[in-house]
C-alpha cells in the first residue's frame, strides 16, 4: 500500500510556471508507475501525464505535450509534474495516482489503485 500527497499547486497567470511534487509513503515505491490526472470543475477526471517505474517511460496527453514534464526520483519516493506555459484551461485540482502494475494502460484512470487528495491550480488570464 502508499499513501500520496500532493504539493506545490496555487494560483498563477496565464504563461507562468508551476511545479507539482507528490510523495509518496510505503514501501516499494519503484514498483508503481505514477500518474498525473486533473479534474476542472463539471468535467470528468482526465489523464495528463504518466511514468513508468523506473522513469524510462513517459506519455504525455496531447494538450500538454511540450508544456508539462513528468519525471520522478525513487531515491526520494516523489513524482513531479513541471508545468510551462500554463493556460487558463489547465485550472483544475490535479492528482497523484500509484498503480502496481505495468506500463501498459498507464494513462487510464481506472488502472490506478492509489490517489492522493489533490492540490488546486488556478491559471488566470
Known amino acids: 500500500q502508499v499513501q500520496l500527497l500532493e504539493s506545490g499547486g496555487g494560483l498563477v497567470q496565464a504563461g507562468g510556471s508551476l511545479m507539482l511534487s507528490c510523495a509518496a509513503a510505503g514501501r516499494d515505491f519503484d514498483m508503481y508507475v505514477m500518474g498525473w490526472f486533473r479534474q476542472a470543475p463539471g468535467k470528468e477526471r482526465e489523464p495528463v501525464a504518466a511514468i513508468s517505474r523506473g522513469g524510462s517511460f513517459t506519455e504525455h496527453a496531447d494538450f500538454v505535450k511540450g508544456r508539462f514534464t513528468v519525471s520522478r526520483d525513487n531515491a526520494k519516493n516523489t513524482v513531479r509534474l513541471q508545468m510551462n506555459s500554463l493556460k487558463p484551461e489547465d485550472t483544475a485540482v490535479y492528482y497523484c495516482?500509484?498503480?502496481?502494475?505495468?506500463?501498459?494502460?498507464?494513462?487510464?484512470?481506472?488502472?490506478?489503485?492509489?490517489w492522493g487528495q489533490g492540490t488546486q491550480v488556478t491559471v488566470s488570464s
Open positions: 495516482a500509484a498503480r502496481r502494475g505495468s506500463w501498459t494502460g498507464a494513462m487510464r484512470r481506472s488502472n490506478y489503485d492509489y
